[in-house]
C-alpha cells in the first residue's frame, strides 16, 4: 500500500476563493442585524461544504475553507487576539488595475494596547473544515508581519510599546498559542499568508515605507526572524508553507518588481517548509525572479519537494490555483465552483522543533546583517 500523501502537495491553491452570492447577501443582512449570527453561520457551512466538495472532486489533496467565514483576508484573523483594531482606513499605497483604475480596501490595522490571544481566534474555523473533508484540511493565517509594513512604527502604541521588541516577543507568543491549538485540533498544514516579502520589491511601496520612518532594506531580515519566531514552537507533524504573491483586490494588484531586494534575505526564513507562488504571480515576476526567489529556499525543503516525485520549487510547472484573497482565478476550480453556484447543484462526492527562542533575538538591523 502507498504511504500516505503528506503537505506541501504538488498541487495547491493559496486557500480564499471567491464568495458565493448567497454568502455574501447573508453577510449584508447579518451586518444590517436582519438575521442572526446562527443563520449565517449556516450559511456559511453550507458554502464551506460545497467548496470542499468541489475542491475533493478536482482532486486536490490540500483543501480550505475558502476563507468563507472572513470578510477580509486577513483583518478577521489579527483583530482577533486583543489590542490590534482594524481602523477601516486605505493605505496609502492602492491596488491598481490592468486600465488605470486605482481601489483601497480600508483594511488599515493598528496595535492600541498590548496583544493577547486571550481566546482561540479561529481554532473553531479549522475544526469544521476538519470535519466535512477526507483529505488534509489546511488552514491559511495571515502573517503579522503585513500589519507593520502597512504605516511602521506609527501604528504600533508607544504607550503599549516603547520598545518595539516587546511588541513581536508578543506577537510571537499569541502566534504560538494559536498555532499550538490548531496541531491540538488535528492540523497538519498550515499556510503562512505573507505578502510583504513582494510588496517590499515595490518601489512605491519602499518610498512609502520610507515615509513611515522605517527602512525597507532592513525590513527583510526583520521579518525573516519574525516568522521564524512564530514557528518556532511547531509540533514536527505540523507542514508549514508560506505563501506571497503581488496582492488581490477586485482583480488589481498592489505591489510589481522583481524579488531582488528580498531575495538574499529570503534564505534566513528558516520556519516554513516550502514557498507556494501562483502561476499569475510568476507571469508577472518572471521566471528568473521567481527561481531567485526558489533558490534561497532552505535545502530542506528542496529536499521534501522532490521527495514527493516533483521538481524543486522554482523548476515545477506553476500549479492551478484558485485565486488569492477573495478572487478566483483562472483555474477550472474557480470556474468549477462559479459555475456550481450558479446552476445551484452541490456534488458530494510528537515532537517539537528545536529554534532559538525568539526572546534572544536582537532586531536591530546592524545585528541582523552580521548574520
Known amino acids: 500500500m502507498a504511504a500516505p500523501l503528506r503537505p506541501p502537495f504538488r498541487a495547491d491553491h493559496v486557500g480564499?476563493?471567491?464568495?458565493?452570492?448567497?454568502?455574501?447577501?447573508?453577510?449584508?443582512?447579518a451586518a444590517k442585524g436582519a438575521i442572526t449570527r446562527a443563520a449565517l453561520k449556516?450559511?456559511?457551512?453550507?458554502?464551506?461544504?460545497?467548496?470542499?466538495?468541489?475542491?475533493?472532486?478536482?482532486?486536490l489533496q490540500g483543501v480550505t475553507d475558502g476563507e468563507f467565514r472572513r470578510a477580509i483576508w486577513h483583518v478577521d484573523f489579527l483583530t482577533g487576539f486583543d489590542g490590534i483594531t482594524s481602523t477601516k482606513t486605505n493605505y496609502s499605497v492602492t491596488f491598481k488595475g490592468e486600465n488605470g483604475e486605482t481601489a483601497g480596501t480600508g483594511s488599515m490595522l493598528a496595535a492600541t494596547g498590548r496583544v493577547r490571544r486571550s481566546k482561540p481566534v479561529m481554532v473553531e474555523h479549522f475544526a469544521y473544515l476538519n470535519s466535512v473533508t477526507r483529505r488534509t484540511a489546511k488552514f491559511c493565517m495571515p502573517s503579522p508581519t503585513y500589519l507593520h509594513m502597512r504605516g511602521g512604527r506609527k501604528i504600533i502604541d508607544r504607550e503599549a510599546y516603547p520598545d518595539l521588541d516587546a511588541f513581536w516577543v508578543d506577537i510571537a507568543t499569541a502566534y504560538r498559542a494559536e498555532i499550538a491549538d490548531l496541531a491540538a485540533a488535528g492540523c497538519t498544514y498550515l499556510q503562512l499568508d505573507d505578502v510583504s516579502f513582494s510588496c517590499l520589491c515595490d518601489p512605491e511601496i519602499r518610498d512609502q515605507i520610507a515615509r513611515d520612518g522605517e527602512d525597507p532594506s532592513t525590513l527583510p531580515a526583520t521579518y525573516a526572524r519574525v516568522v521564524n519566531a512564530l514557528l518556532a514552537e511547531r509540533p514536527a507533524s505540523l507542514a508549514v508553507t508560506m505563501h506571497t504573491c503581488r496582492g488581490n483586490h477586485a482583480s488589481m494588484w498592489m505591489a510589481s518588481g522583481g524579488y531582488d531586494a528580498?531575495?538574499?534575505?529570503?534564505?534566513?526564513?528558516?520556519?516554513?517548509?516550502?514557498?507556494?507562488?501562483?502561476?499569475?504571480?510568476?507571469?508577472?515576476?518572471?521566471?528568473?525572479?521567481?527561481?531567485?526567489?526558489?533558490?534561497?529556499?532552505?535545502?530542506?525543503?528542496?529536499?521534501?519537494?522532490?521527495?514527493?516525485?516533483?521538481?524543486?520549487?522554482?523548476?515545477?510547472?506553476p500549479a492551478p490555483q484558485a485565486g488569492a484573497r477573495g478572487r478566483v482565478g483562472p483555474g477550472d476550480l474557480g470556474n468549477g465552483l462559479r459555475r456550481r453556484q450558479h446552476e445551484g447543484g452541490r456534488r458530494r462526492s510528537g515532537a517539537m522543533r528545536s529554534t532559538p527562542r525568539f526572546g534572544n533575538l536582537r532586531l536591530s538591523s546592524d545585528r541582523m546583517a552580521a548574520r
Not at 42 to 59: S, T
Open 42 to 59: 449556516a450559511v456559511e457551512d453550507k458554502a464551506i461544504l460545497d467548496a470542499v466538495r468541489l475542491q475533493e472532486a478536482a482532486g
Open 262 to 317: 528580498v531575495a538574499a534575505r529570503a534564505h534566513q526564513q528558516q520556519g516554513a517548509d516550502a514557498r507556494i507562488q501562483g502561476r499569475a504571480e510568476a507571469a508577472h515576476r518572471g521566471g528568473s525572479q521567481i527561481r531567485a526567489l526558489g533558490e534561497s529556499l532552505p535545502q530542506s525543503a528542496m529536499r521534501l519537494c522532490q521527495q514527493r516525485g516533483g521538481q524543486p520549487p522554482h523548476r515545477r510547472r
Open 16 to 29: 480564499s476563493l471567491l464568495r458565493p452570492p448567497e454568502l455574501r447577501a447573508a453577510r449584508e443582512r
